[in-house]
Protein backbone atom coordinates (compact mmCIF):
# COMPACT_ATOMS: atom_id res chain seq x y z
CA UNK A 1 0.00 0.00 0.00
CA UNK A 2 1.34 3.34 -0.88
CA UNK A 3 0.75 6.66 0.71
CA UNK A 4 1.36 9.90 -0.95
CA UNK A 5 1.46 13.00 1.18
CA UNK A 6 1.02 16.24 -1.02
CA UNK A 7 2.65 19.58 0.37
CA UNK A 8 2.96 23.14 -0.97
CA UNK A 9 -1.00 24.28 -1.58
CA UNK A 10 -1.87 28.10 -0.66
CA UNK A 11 -3.32 31.11 -1.49
CA UNK A 12 -2.05 33.14 -4.18
CA UNK A 13 -2.32 35.82 -6.34
CA UNK A 14 -2.94 35.41 -9.95
CA UNK A 15 0.10 35.07 -11.94
CA UNK A 16 1.98 33.79 -9.46
CA UNK A 17 3.48 30.56 -8.67
CA UNK A 18 3.59 27.38 -6.25
CA UNK A 19 5.26 24.09 -6.27
CA UNK A 20 3.49 20.92 -5.05
CA UNK A 21 5.13 17.70 -3.75
CA UNK A 22 3.88 14.90 -3.28
CA UNK A 23 6.33 12.35 -1.39
CA UNK A 24 5.63 8.33 -1.85
CA UNK A 25 5.83 6.54 1.29
CA UNK A 26 7.61 3.31 -0.78
CA UNK A 27 9.97 3.19 -4.04
CA UNK A 28 8.13 4.81 -7.05
CA UNK A 29 10.38 3.27 -9.00
CA UNK A 30 7.91 0.49 -9.97
CA UNK A 31 5.01 3.16 -10.66
CA UNK A 32 4.72 3.57 -14.08
CA UNK A 33 2.46 6.78 -13.78
CA UNK A 34 2.02 9.44 -11.17
CA UNK A 35 -0.70 11.84 -11.81
CA UNK A 36 -1.80 14.98 -10.55
CA UNK A 37 -5.42 16.04 -10.59
CA UNK A 38 -7.28 18.57 -9.39
CA UNK A 39 -11.24 19.14 -8.23
CA UNK A 40 -13.26 22.44 -7.97
CA UNK A 41 -16.28 22.94 -6.40
CA UNK A 42 -19.30 21.70 -8.16
CA UNK A 43 -16.68 20.66 -10.84
CA UNK A 44 -15.49 16.59 -11.87
CA UNK A 45 -12.15 15.71 -10.70
CA UNK A 46 -10.04 16.66 -14.00
CA UNK A 47 -6.21 14.93 -14.82
CA UNK A 48 -3.91 18.27 -15.26
CA UNK A 49 -0.75 16.21 -15.36
CA UNK A 50 1.26 13.08 -15.87
CA UNK A 51 4.53 11.26 -16.20
CA UNK A 52 5.90 8.21 -17.00
CA UNK A 53 9.02 5.75 -15.46
CA UNK A 54 10.53 7.20 -18.17
CA UNK A 55 9.42 10.98 -18.33
CA UNK A 56 7.20 11.23 -20.60
CA UNK A 57 4.32 13.76 -19.94
CA UNK A 58 0.63 14.74 -20.23
CA UNK A 59 -0.72 17.99 -19.76
CA UNK A 60 -4.36 19.43 -19.96
CA UNK A 61 -4.73 21.92 -22.27
CA UNK A 62 -5.48 24.80 -20.03
CA UNK A 63 -2.63 24.16 -18.31
CA UNK A 64 0.03 23.60 -21.47
CA UNK A 65 3.03 25.93 -21.36
CA UNK A 66 2.31 27.05 -17.84
CA UNK A 67 2.53 23.94 -15.37
CA UNK A 68 5.69 21.14 -15.43
CA UNK A 69 5.31 17.86 -13.97
CA UNK A 70 8.76 16.03 -13.04
CA UNK A 71 9.46 13.03 -10.72
CA UNK A 72 12.42 12.56 -8.75
CA UNK A 73 12.79 9.03 -8.35
CA UNK A 74 15.78 8.58 -6.04
CA UNK A 75 13.43 10.76 -3.50
CA UNK A 76 10.21 8.89 -3.88
CA UNK A 77 8.89 12.65 -4.76
CA UNK A 78 6.72 13.88 -7.90
CA UNK A 79 6.56 17.68 -8.22
CA UNK A 80 3.96 20.33 -9.55
CA UNK A 81 5.43 23.43 -10.62
CA UNK A 82 2.31 26.07 -11.59
CA UNK A 83 3.30 29.32 -12.79
CA UNK A 84 0.96 32.32 -14.38
CA UNK A 85 -1.51 30.52 -11.72
CA UNK A 86 -5.12 32.11 -12.61
CA UNK A 87 -8.01 31.99 -10.59
CA UNK A 88 -9.95 28.99 -12.41
CA UNK A 89 -6.81 26.92 -11.14
CA UNK A 90 -8.26 27.48 -7.72
CA UNK A 91 -9.16 23.74 -6.79
CA UNK A 92 -7.99 21.02 -4.09
CA UNK A 93 -5.09 18.90 -6.07
CA UNK A 94 -4.42 15.63 -5.81
CA UNK A 95 -1.51 13.25 -6.44
CA UNK A 96 -1.89 9.60 -8.03
CA UNK A 97 -0.11 6.54 -8.61
CA UNK A 98 -1.18 4.20 -11.34
CA UNK A 99 0.81 0.96 -10.62
CA UNK A 100 0.87 0.07 -14.41
CA UNK A 101 -0.15 2.88 -16.16
CA UNK A 102 -2.60 1.20 -18.55
CA UNK A 103 -5.37 3.39 -18.03
CA UNK A 104 -3.59 6.76 -17.12
CA UNK A 105 -6.06 9.20 -18.44
CA UNK A 106 -8.76 7.81 -16.31
CA UNK A 107 -9.33 8.37 -12.65
CA UNK A 108 -9.97 4.57 -12.40
CA UNK A 109 -6.56 3.68 -13.69
CA UNK A 110 -4.90 5.29 -10.24
CA UNK A 111 -3.89 3.03 -7.80
CA UNK A 112 -2.98 5.11 -4.77
CA UNK A 113 -4.28 8.97 -3.69
CA UNK A 114 -3.29 11.63 -1.45
CA UNK A 115 -5.46 13.69 0.77
CA UNK A 116 -5.12 16.73 -1.54
CA UNK A 117 -3.67 20.23 -1.24
CA UNK A 118 -5.72 23.42 -1.48
CA UNK A 119 -4.51 25.21 -3.82
CA UNK A 120 -6.89 29.18 -4.01
CA UNK A 121 -5.51 31.66 -6.90
CA UNK A 122 -7.38 35.02 -6.04
CA UNK A 123 -6.50 38.68 -5.71
Known amino acids: QVQLVESGGGLVQPGGSLRLSCAAS????????MGWYRQAPGKERELVAA???????YYADSVKGRFTISRDNAKNTVYLQMNSLKPEDTAVYYC?????????????????WGQGTQVTVSS
Open 26 to 33: ENIFSINV
Open 51 to 57: ITLGGST
Open 96 to 112: AASQYGSRWNLIIGYDY
